[in-house]
């Protein structure tokens, strides 16, 4: 049992790795083009703390906000995975990033200030 916890704390944190990276990009790209980039300022600033948490680091300065902007980018993923081709390695990825940010939530929810 205590080896499904691991596998899933590692495919977690690499899937949240993975979205910052992708995150990153995008702030990068929008920054260049003169965009607003608030939002996405957020939403990075929200994955890697939902991350520090996966990975047991030290509490957020934020753990309430993080986890509402975390929670805030649920339902756009649930609406696109509905309509990916099921099976398909696009919808595994989604899957995984959804997972990890749900048990970023359930962790942040436990440190709540």
């Known amino acids: 049992m205590e080896r499904d916890e691991a596998k899933e704390k590692y495919v977690s944190i690499a899937s949240l790795e993975s979205a910052i990276r992708k995150t990153r990009k995008a702030l990068?790209?929008?920054?260049?083009?003169?965009?607003?980039?608030?939002?996405?300022?957020?939403?990075l600033k929200?994955?890697?703390?939902?991350?520090?948490?996966?990975e047991g680091k030290n509490a957020?300065?934020?753990?309430?906000?993080?986890?509402?902007?975390?929670?805030?980018?649920l339902p756009s993923m649930m609406e696109i995975r509905g309509r990916m081709k099921s099976g398909s390695?696009?919808?595994?990825?989604?899957?995984?990033?959804?997972?990890?940010?749900?048990?970023?939530?359930?962790?942040?929810?436990r440190i709540r200030p």
């Open 28 to 43: 990068l790209q929008m920054s260049r083009k003169g965009a607003n980039t608030l939002l996405v300022e957020k939403r």
């Open 46 to 54: 929200a994955l890697e703390i939902g991350l520090a948490a996966l």
């Open 60 to 73: 957020p300065e934020n753990p309430v906000e993080a986890r509402g902007i975390l929670e805030g980018l």
């Open 89 to 109: 390695a696009q919808e595994t990825l989604l899957n995984r990033r959804i997972q990890a940010i749900e048990t970023a939530m359930e962790l942040l929810e």
